[in-house]
């Protein structure tokens, strides 16, 4: 079983920045770089809403339009970790946010971390 576990959430003010980090491990075999990472963020009685996706390699990456230019989703293969870097944080980015990990390499595998609160207040 793939485990996702997400670091870095907080309270800060607005305009501050803030790094997400989602560590991941698994069995023997587990080859992160054959997952797609990307992060997700949730309000209570919202959906969970998708702002960043990086390829396994790293070498793309895409990001929804209420965080583009802010956020950077980065990743370290060799770490086995996928990093969400926010910045000009404003009030409305205060949500639960969660690493997600996508592979369809021998089969469909999709896993989610347990989130970490991020809150931006004055």
């Known amino acids: 079983q793939v485990q996702l576990v997400e670091s870095g959430g907080g309270s800060v003010q607005p305009g501050e920045s803030l790094r997400l980090s989602c560590q991941a491990s698994?069995?023997?075999?587990?080859?992160?770089?054959?997952?797609?990472m990307s992060w997700y963020r949730q309000t209570p009685g919202e959906e969970r809403e998708l702002l960043a996706t990086i390829t396994g390699a790293g070498d793309s990456s895409t990001y929804a339009d209420s965080v583009r230019g802010r956020f950077m989703i980065s990743r370290d293969n060799g770490k086995n970790t996928v990093d969400l870097q926010m910045n000009s944080l404003k009030p409305e980015d205060t949500a639960v946010y969660y690493c997600?990990?996508?592979?369809?390499?021998?089969?469909?595998?999709?896993?989610w971390g347990q989130g970490t609160q991020v809150t931006v207040a004055s």
């Open positions: 997600n990990g996508l592979s369809v390499v021998g089969g469909v595998h999709h896993y």
């Open positions: 698994g069995p023997s075999g587990f080859t992160f770089s054959t997952y797609a």
